[in-house]
Each structure stands twice: as C-alpha cells, then as structure tokens.
C-alpha cells in the first residue's frame, strides 16, 4: 500500500510504524472533523454502508485470500481463527472481572465495558496496518481468517456478555458477507479455481476491494463523531482510564505472551497478533451495546480514549512484539 515505506520496514523502528500508522489516523480524524463541523451528514451514511458491507469489504477479503500461498497450509487456516476466537474471550474475562473490582454493577456498565474492552480494532485499522508493515498479502490474508473466529465470539459470547441473555439468531449473523466472500475465497484458493477467474473480472474485484479499508475508515470516523456529540458520555472518569489501562497497557502483554508462544512455523501469526495487541478497542461495541440494551456511553468511553492513546502506544506494542520474536 506505501512501497517508500514498505522499503523502509526492515528495521521496525517506533518512528516507521507511526508512519505507518498515520493514514489510518488521518483519514478517520478528518471524517470526524467534517462530520463534526456539519460538513457531512450522518444521513449519506446509508448507502455508503450498504456498499461497504456487500460489495467493498467481500471484494478485498476475496482478493486477499485468493493466491496466497500462506493459506495452501491446513495449520494457517485452523489456528488464526482460534486464536483469534481465544483472545477475545480472554479481553471478556479479564475485563468483566476488573469492572468489577471497579465497582461496576450489571445493568450499569459492567457487562458493556467488559464487552467494549475485550474487543479490539481488527478490521479497519488493523488491515491497512498489517499491509503497509509487512509487504505482499501473506500475513494480511492470515489476519482476515483470523478475524473470521473474532467475529464468531463477538456474535456468540460478545452478544450474550452485552445483553445478558442467549444470542439469538447468531447463526445468520455469521452469514454476512464479508464472512461467505472470506469462506468462498478460501475454497477457490485451495482448489486452485481462482485462477479461473476472467481478467476483467478479477480488476472489478481489484477496484471495488480497495475502495473497502478508505470508506470504513471514513464511516468510522463519522460515527465516532456522532457518539462523541450525543450527550454527556464524560461522567465516571474511572472508566476511560481503565479502558486504557487494560486494553493499551494489560492486555498487549498478555497477547505479546501468546505470540511468543505460538511456533515459529506460524511467523505470518505471530505477527497478526502483535499487531491486534498494539490496537485499540473496537467501534462496533458502541452500536451493539445500544442495539442489545447495553451502556452506549461507556462503549464510547472506552472507545474515544483508547483510540486517542492508541496513537502513542501503538508503535510502542508493535516495535517490542516484533523483537520478541526476532524481527525487531
């Protein structure tokens, strides 16, 4: 995506992943400001949604997957989505039982901070990243597979974690888009049939998948503004700063302990998580809180700060991950 900087990402220094960095930030800052200043209105956010969710996003997770030599390994395709299951389920846990200690009571905040926190930026800013530090589609192609066990403990135990009941209709959830267009570009790069795809249908899915990372950026930065304006989501200063505290500082460690854990076969992993360990919370959280009758304001409270943060600590995370396991 940035070849200058590509050349440059021998070294990983802090300064070279900040660079890398950057353009995310950028985007999602000035889509914040221009919603914000009235610029942009949340009501042209429909279509472009719709286009993102079923056409943008299925196309570039289709592109990454298909070709990749990384994924012809049956150990590449079976333990990035476990692991990725298995951390967020740890974010949940570790969470839930310090809002506790915070003195969060359930039906006030507890179950949606612990929801909040445990689940990290794992699409539209941790692909963009992934792509710029490490060339080529091999370790952004694990990172999707990867993200497919996330999504299946947010729609499982995340949903139940923030509503406090048994996720209904999880099942159909799964079978979004993005998730079958993952599932199908799998099947076509095992069995070699995406070879087989005409040319000019392959650039159609080429222009459409790259419009998916700048456009997520752009509704996500609109919709924090959105959030961040709907009333006073300041009150209780502890729950920021804890955010911050575990999601930026607690379970970075934890993760950087897995990644050192996993073998050195699955180096494109390893890599997945130390980037996911450098990011901050995730977006969804703050409309799935208010769609299952969770605490909005402290999805945004967690959200807002450690998005801020995050753009101090992310380099920080990265460069300390990657020399753990010897590519610092």
Same mark, same amino acid.
């Given at each position: 995506?940035?070849?200058?900087?590509?050349?440059?990402?021998?070294?990983?220094?802090?300064?070279?992943?900040?660079?890398a960095?950057?353009p995310?930030?950028?985007?999602?800052?000035?889509?914040f400001?221009?919603?914000? *200043?009235?610029?942009?209105e949340?009501?042209?956010?429909?279509?472009?949604? +719709?286009?993102?969710?079923?056409v943008?996003?299925?196309c570039?997770?289709?592109?990454?997957?298909?070709?990749?030599?990384?994924?012809?390994?049956?150990?590449?395709?079976?333990?990035?989505?476990?692991?990725g299951?298995? &951390?967020?389920?740890?974010? =949940?846990?570790?969470? +839930?039982?310090?809002?506790? +200690?915070?003195?969060?009571?359930?039906?006030?905040?507890?179950?949606? =901070?612990?929801?909040?926190?445990?689940? =990290?930026n794992?699409?539209?800013?941790?692909?963009?990243?992934?792509? %710029?530090?490490?060339?080529?589609?091999k370790?952004?192609g @694990?990172l999707?597979?990867?993200?497919?066990?996330?999504?299946?403990?947010?729609?499982? @135990?995340?949903?139940?974690?923030?509503?406090?009941?048994?996720? *209904?209709?999880?099942?159909?959830?799964?079978?979004?888009?993005?998730?079958?267009?993952?599932?199908?570009?799998?099947?076509?790069?095992?069995?070699?049939?995406?070879?087989? @795809?005409?040319? +000019?249908?392959?650039?159609?899915?080429?222009?459409f998948?790259?419009?998916?990372?700048?456009?997520?950026?752009?509704?996500?930065?609109?919709t924090? %503004?959105?959030?961040?304006?709907?009333g006073d989501?300041?009150?209780?200063?502890?729950?920021?700063?804890?955010?911050?505290?575990?999601?930026?500082?607690? &379970?970075?460690?934890? =993760? &950087? #302990? #897995?990644a050192?854990?996993?073998? %050195?076969?699955?180096?494109?992993?390893?890599?997945?998580?130390? #980037?996911?360990?450098a990011?901050? %919370?995730?977006?969804?959280?703050i409309?799935?809180?208010?769609?299952?009758?969770?605490?909005?304001?402290?999805?945004?409270?967690?959200? #807002?700060?450690?998005? @801020?943060?995050?753009?101090?600590?992310?380099? &920080?995370w990265?460069?300390?991950?990657?020399?753990?396991?010897?590519?610092?």
């Amino acid at each position: 995506m940035y070849p200058a900087l590509a050349a440059a990402t021998a070294s990983y220094s802090y300064t070279t992943i900040l660079l890398a960095a950057l353009p995310v930030f950028a985007v999602t800052g000035i889509a914040f400001a221009l919603r914000w *200043k009235g610029k942009w209105e949340e009501k042209g956010d429909g279509p472009l949604l +719709w286009m993102l969710v079923h056409v943008f996003f299925p196309c570039l997770l289709f592109r990454l997957v298909t070709g990749n030599p990384e994924l012809m390994n049956p150990l590449e395709v079976v333990w990035p989505p476990l692991v990725g299951f298995s &951390l967020i389920i740890l974010g =949940f846990i570790v969470a +839930w039982l310090i809002a506790g +200690w915070m003195g969060l009571k359930v039906g006030a905040g507890r179950r949606t =901070f612990a929801f909040a926190v445990g689940i =990290f930026n794992y699409g539209y800013m941790a692909i963009p990243l992934v792509e %710029a530090l490490f060339p080529g589609n091999k370790t952004t192609g @694990v990172l999707v597979v990867h993200n497919l066990g996330i999504e299946m403990a947010v729609w499982t @135990v995340g949903i139940m974690l923030v509503s406090g009941e048994f996720a *209904k209709g999880f099942v159909s959830k799964l079978m979004n888009p993005p998730a079958m267009a993952l599932l199908l570009g799998l099947v076509a790069n095992f069995t070699g049939l995406y070879q087989y @795809v005409p040319t +000019w249908l392959d650039r159609t899915i080429g222009f459409f998948g790259n419009c998916g990372i700048p456009v997520g950026l752009i509704l996500a930065g609109g919709t924090l %503004a959105e959030v961040v304006k709907a009333g006073d989501w300041r009150e209780n200063a502890r729950v920021p700063v804890m955010g911050v505290v575990l999601r930026l500082m607690l &379970l970075p460690i934890l =993760f &950087l #302990v #897995v990644a050192s854990l996993l073998p %050195a076969s699955l180096q494109e992993l390893r890599r997945v998580v130390i #980037v996911q360990a450098a990011m901050p %919370a995730g977006m969804l959280p703050i409309v799935l809180a208010k769609h299952y009758g969770g605490e909005p304001r402290v999805a945004v409270q967690v959200v #807002v700060a450690t998005t @801020v943060v995050a753009f101090f600590t992310m380099p &920080l995370w990265i460069q300390i991950g990657l020399g753990l396991i010897g590519e610092g």
